[in-house]
């Protein structure tokens, strides 16, 4: 790296960093822009450049001018440690680990060490993040956010009593901690005390934090739940979710308009003029469906087959996807379906080889096929086609009042911006039965479709023409998915591990005469 030294900031920088401490960030991009025009190359101000960029969600020039600062000989701390948190951000792990252990090894963090063993856990050395959050949690036995990732993955490893005291140690430590709380609330059984619920009422009381606040909500209303008491559950589900709509700017129409564009743009003649040259040996299998549909349950039981390897929520596609965007509006605007219309064969294949290079860090076993179940990849279907030509698709679609009620009770991060409302999430569950059925009616093959409904009442009745689409034969390992040992990081992590039930099935009724705007959205969808 250059070594040579940076002069003291720039005057005229000074009242650009204050823009970025007031989180001007659009502005103060403006600003650094002509800064640099007039003094190209300056260390400082690519730094900041790159430092507004990554405030603004636009991670390739983030990366691309933090990198140029450190070519320059910018060499503090938070300089580097901003481009790590890009190359995490950008789900570049490997990048993000090696730059993020360089940082520890020069200035030693408890909270550096969470993130490398978060980095660890989603790349499939979940032994070794498990050991690193033990050892944080020892060494830091204050830390808040050690005890409840120490919970979140104990529980992922089905160790749940284990996981239910790291998250009580960090409800001891801050008996206002919302994540602590729903930690616990969350686990499948009834584990929130009456003296739990008084103390969360209290802390809710005086929360100013809605980090705090909303899963503080969603808590109380998994204990009122418990109790049988649907309309204070429901108050508190509403007021929690309100809580983080209000924080975002999401918008359901930019969704109805992308599958409007793939609907009037995408038969079959199209995808057989899609690259056909597999890229990779494997062959990535990805569940596409809503969240809260089933998705875990469909991957423990085709990940217990021989020839299948179950990965989890791989982060890729959303970023790639996110990262080609980015390049892609530059000069002009265009639509997803639009750049995805207009990518070369050679970029193509650039970027299937990319998500298989990133995907084989977590595949241990090297079967012939692998499961992606990314929720929000349901409506990148024609992003993945188009790069991994051998990439298989299976949709499981569970009852509309179910899955979206599900996901309106799930203390979500803003990854699934459309829960946050009853009528957002029942248009997203629109929106993915339009583009399925126009995929199975205008694209025969392309995604296999399973009910979970008939999933639960016969399995090997869903599950054996699924593995006909795969080309597999049935093997009767699939029955005892329960017994396959792996971490499950999503909310049915203690549901999988048991044998099939229907317990998640009209968990909406006591809530009926509250979900009239859910209905409304559903149509004919909705049960009656």
Known sequence: MNTKTIPSLHPGLFHIRELLEDSKFELASQQLIG???????????????????????????????????????????????????????????????????????????????????AIYEKTGRGEKAGEMYRAISQAHPEHLLAWVAFGHSLRANGQVDDAVAAYRQAIRIDDGFGDAWWGLASIKSPILTDEDVKTMQAALAIAVDERNSAPLHFALARAFHDRRDFGEAFEHYRAGNQIRAESLNYDPEELTQEVDEIISSVDADYIARLPQKAVGDAVPVFIVSMPRSGSTLLEQMLGSHSQIEPAGELPYIPAMLRSFMEMATRRNKVTVTQAIHGMSTDLAEALGKDYMTRAAVHLAERTPFFIDKMPPNWSNVLFIRKILPQARFISIRRDAMDCCFSNFTQSFTSAHASSFTLEHVGRSYVENVRLMDHFANRCPGLVHPIDYAALVEDPQGQLGPTLEYLGLEWENDLLEFHRLKRTVRTPSSEQVRRPLNRDGMEVWRPYSHHLEPLRKVLGSLAET
């Open 35 to 117: 800064f640099l025009r007039n003094n190209p190359g300056h260390p400082q101000g690519l730094a900041m450049l790159g430092e507004a960029a990554a405030k603004l969600g636009a991670l390739g020039q983030a990366e691309h001018f933090l990198r140029k600062a450190i070519n320059a000989g910018v060499r503090d701390h938070e300089t580097r440690r901003q481009l790590a948190s890009v190359f995490n951000q950008q789900a570049k792990p490997e990048a993000a680990r090696e730059m993020f252990e360089a940082l520890n090894r020069e200035k030693p963090d408890p909270n550096t060490l969470l993130i490398l063993a």
